[in-house]
Nanobody
Framework: QVQLVESGGGLVQAGGSLRLSCAAS????????MGWFRQAPGKEREFVAA????????YYADSVKGRFTISRDNAKNTVYLQMNSLKPEDTAVYYC?????????????????WGQGTQVTVSS
């Protein structure tokens, strides 16, 4: 089992940057595909980015391509989401998630473990 704890959220002005971190418990972090999702009020949880076990494969939602970067440090059991050029529509609770396979990597159902989320608010 994996426990995930997100950090790094906050309030930022449009055009600014934030870096989210997700720390995972256990010694099997490198065996999991890691993803970031977000959920705005009144909306469904949506895919943001994902990274494979060694970082060789990376996926982004079209809405964040060129602005967000996902990375991982298996030695630190941590996955990151660098968010640049933030927009008010990026405002949401951001969730870290872990999956055992790349099946459905862009879908909520593809993930086995979830963190509690961290709030990101972008003001205009």
């Amino acid at each position: 089992q994996v426990q995930l704890v997100e950090s790094g959220g906050g309030l930022v002005q449009a055009g600014g940057s934030l870096r989210l971190s997700c720390a995972a418990s256990g010694r099997t972090f490198s065996r999991y595909v890691m993803g970031w999702f977000r959920q705005a009020p009144g909306k469904e949880r949506e895919f943001v980015a994902a990274i494979s076990w060694s970082g060789g494969s990376i996926y982004y939602a079209d809405s964040v391509k060129g602005r967000f970067t996902i990375s991982r440090d298996n030695a630190k059991n941590t996955v990151y989401l660098q968010m640049n050029s933030l927009k008010p529509e990026d405002t949401a609770v951001y969730y870290c998630a872990a999956a055992q396979t790349l099946n459905a990597v862009m879908q909520v159902v593809g993930y086995d473990y979830w963190g509690q989320g961290t709030q990101v608010t972008v003001s205009s």
